[in-house]
């Protein structure tokens, strides 16, 4: 009787609707262009619903997982949300059978393409600073393989400056940043004789020596060039380091046939490794589902340091749960001197790229002995993921300017993908993933001691931008 009671009022409920999340744009979110597409991604459910945004169809995943690539639409009146006046609008719509949600997703453009950058300051007259902490630069644009040093107390010359930086020139053609936190404001450092270029030395700094070191030039600006040719052989580096009114660079060497481990059976024995897990306190790129880039990284790295340490390797981290801005890396890599460092990443595209059309696997590197590293683990990732080869490139990124070692930076694939980011939180994939990885670094070391299992079939010079 209860029952009888009942059925009716089950005709009376609504039927199941329709749930929309947008992971990407988010509300306020500044785009980097002001027309033409943008990707858009998140989850509906149920998954067999369709997805539109400003009328164009998203693909959607078995599980509800959609990305499109959809136009940028323009608000005919400007929206305020969080106190920031939007003025692009984000349209999604999603249908499952006659059940049907909407979501608007206000965004803001720069006025004009340049406009993406943020903006800088120009100062007139330019205005003078104290470093207060030692400088080891990697330069940026073109001069790759070089840094820059300088030393706590020097003053320099700044014409500009950014929201993170001022700008100096320390020589006719090469110009650097220097974090807001590395320097103090002076009234007149224009007293000094020792001025060149806009580079002053006021520290007690005589000369620069280099100990050791064949085919490397330093220009009197305090920059050091590497020369190719000059590093044939593998576990190559440099620290750079102030000593007694000197700038020293101690070459570490340790030429190809020489065998890392004593034990034939675990060539990684007491190998130094830093993983560093990508991003944090910044969350890096987000998948549709919501996995955060720094949260893959690191459950990668674990991964990893789980099977280099089961080789006899000793694994440290850049940093775990602990947040570790990027410019901070650097020096925490010095404090764990490792003999070689891996940056992990997943990869993302900028607004403007389809990332449906742009996947694969990446691996980027800088100094001439980090190459056979990079190429190495490259061949190895491209074996046992089965991914597109998107290149094995020089590029000048901040954590391989890292000059210690072989450091290189790692993107296995786009994390923006519904199907790939599903891979990323799977155990099975991380562990295929990290043991590509460690295959690489193995086959690097054999390389470095001089066995033909090493990079005889490393990927030859790969992709170069």
């Not at 694969?360 to 190429?375: I, R, V």
């Not at 391989?400 to 099975?428: G, H, S, V, W």
């Amino acid at each position: 009787m209860l029952f009888l009671l009942i059925l009716p009022l089950l005709f009376c409920l609504p039927a199941f609707a329709v749930t929309l999340k947008v992971v990407r744009p988010e509300p306020a979110e500044a785009l980097a262009i002001s027309e033409g597409r943008t990707f858009v991604i998140g989850t509906v459910d149920p998954a067999d619903s369709s997805v539109t945004c400003n009328g164009v169809k998203c693909d959607v995943s078995e599980d509800g997982a959609f990305i499109g690539f959809v136009p940028i639409r323009r608000t005919d009146e400007m929206v305020e949300e969080r106190e920031k006046k939007c003025d692009a609008m984000f349209h999604f719509v999603a249908r499952s059978g006659e059940d049907e949600t909407s979501k608007d997703v206000p965004t803001y453009t720069p006025k004009s393409p340049s406009a993406a950058e943020p903006p800088e300051k120009i100062f007139d007259p330019p205005r003078w600073i104290r470093l207060v902490k030692n400088q080891f630069i990697g330069l940026e644009g073109e001069r790759l393989g070089e840094i820059w040093c300088a030393p706590k107390g020097a003053v320099m010359k700044s014409a500009r400056a950014n929201q993170s930086s001022y700008r100096c020139k320390v020589h006719s053609d090469i110009e650097v940043g220097i974090l807001k936190s590395d320097f103090e404001e002076i009234e007149n450092g224009s007293s000094s004789e020792d001025r060149s270029e806009g580079f002053v030395i006021r520290a007690d700094v005589k000369s620069i020596a280099v100990q050791g070191a064949k085919g490397v030039e330093v220009t009197s600006a305090g920059s050091i060039h590497y020369e190719d040719g000059a590093f044939q052989g593998v576990y190559r580096g440099f620290k750079v380091r102030f000593d007694k009114g000197l700038v020293k660079l101690d070459e570490r060497v340790r030429g190809k046939g020489r065998p890392f481990s004593d034990d034939p059976d675990k060539p990684l024995k007491d190998l130094r490794v830093c993983l560093d897990p990508g991003h944090h306190p910044d969350s890096g790129a987000v998948g549709p589902r919501g996995l955060e880039e720094r949260i893959s990284n690191l459950l990668i790295a674990r991964q990893t340091a789980k099977l280099l340490e089961a080789e006899g390797a000793k694994v440290s981290f850049s940093r775990e749960e602990n947040p570790l801005p990027l410019k901070q890396r650097h020096d925490r890599m010095r404090e764990l001197n490792p003999d070689l460092v891996v940056s992990i990443h997943n990869n993302s595209v900028g607004d403007g790229q389809d990332p449906r059309e742009k996947h694969g696997t990446q691996t980027f590197w800088l100094f001439p002995w980090s190459k056979p590293l990079a190429e190495s683990i490259h061949k190895a990732m491209l074996k046992h993921l089965e991914t597109t080869d998107m290149g094995c490139i020089r590029r000048n990124l901040y954590i391989p300017r890292f000059p210690d070692c072989p450091t290189i930076l790692i993107e296995p694939e786009y994390i923006i993908l519904p199907n790939q980011e599903k891979k990323f939180m799977d155990a099975e994939y991380r562990e295929k993933l990290a043991g590509a990885i460690v295959e690489g670094i193995r086959n690097f070391i054999l390389y470095a001691a001089g066995s033909d299992k090493g990079l005889s079939e490393a990927p030859e010079q790969g992709k170069k931008e």
